[in-house]
């Protein structure tokens, strides 16, 4: 089983619309959480951290559930500018970091 | 903006020829690490570092070997390049892993004919 699994999408929404996506994990002693945004043919860059209590900025909202081991990301009033692959990722064995295959969305106009 | 360089962006390359690809970082990072990636498929680990003269190998089964001399360099070495290796190779360096945040170089785009 991988340590993080994500839909990989995609997931095709029109501009203004609310999209969610959700990320499990299999290591319970992962400490750190991560979204990252990739655009196609670039590198992954940090979107945000994630903490036990959430986080927003702007736009987008992270969330940490523990007891059910998933992280999320919300992204409200989804823009044209917002389509990318939108990877998660936490602190793995071995002290590495683990990514989820991404998940892909489109916003449509 | 990320201090993180990797050259050659873009290499093509004949079966059976050796290849290095460079991966700089001016932040003083410890962490360094290889990433490698088809289109449009998750990041797969490789090599990674937690600092000078120390080196391991990551989940993925990788045929490339790896230094870390230096702080800020980290090379990625192919002894005898096939067309399996063609891919894209993702260099990152990390002050403090536990922050999640990684800096990516834009990577190295390979082709093996």
């Known amino acids: 089983r991988k340590e993080v699994e994500q839909d990989p999408g995609p997931f095709n929404v029109p501009e203004g619309a609310t999209v969610a996506f959700n990320c499990t994990y299999s290591?319970?002693?992962?400490?750190?959480f991560f979204w990252y945004r990739q655009d196609c043919r670039k590198e992954p860059k940090l979107l945000m951290s994630v903490y036990s209590s959430g986080n927003e900025d702007g736009r987008f909202t992270a969330q940490l559930n523990r007891a059910s081991q998933y992280i999320s990301l919300l992204i409200r009033d989804s823009k044209l500018s917002d389509s990318a692959t939108y990877l998660c990722?936490?602190?793995?064995?071995?002290?590495?970091?683990?990514f989820g295959s991404g998940t892909q969305l489109t916003v449509l106009p | 903006e990320a201090d993180i360089y990797q050259t050659p962006r873009y290499l093509v390359i004949g079966t059976g020829k050796k290849i290095t690809l460079e991966c700089s970082q001016t932040?003083?990072?410890?962490?360094m690490y290889w990433y490698q990636q088809d289109p449009g498929m998750e990041l797969h680990l490789i090599h990674y570092?937690?600092?000078?003269?120390?080196?391991e190998k990551g989940d993925l089964s990788s045929e490339s070997t790896v230094s870390r001399i230096r702080t800020e360099h980290f090379p990625l070495t192919l002894e005898s390049a096939r067309p399996s290796h063609t891919s894209q190779y993702l260099c990152?360096?990390?002050?403090?892993?536990?922050?999640?945040?990684?800096?990516f170089g834009e990577g190295s785009r390979l082709t093996v004919l």
């Open positions: 990722g936490g602190s793995g064995s071995a002290r590495q970091l683990t």
């Open positions: 932040m003083g990072h410890d962490k």
């Open positions: 570092s937690y600092g000078v003269n120390s080196t």
């Open positions: 990152a360096s990390s002050a403090n892993m536990w922050t999640g945040e990684l800096f």
């Open positions: 290591n319970s002693a992962s400490q750190s």
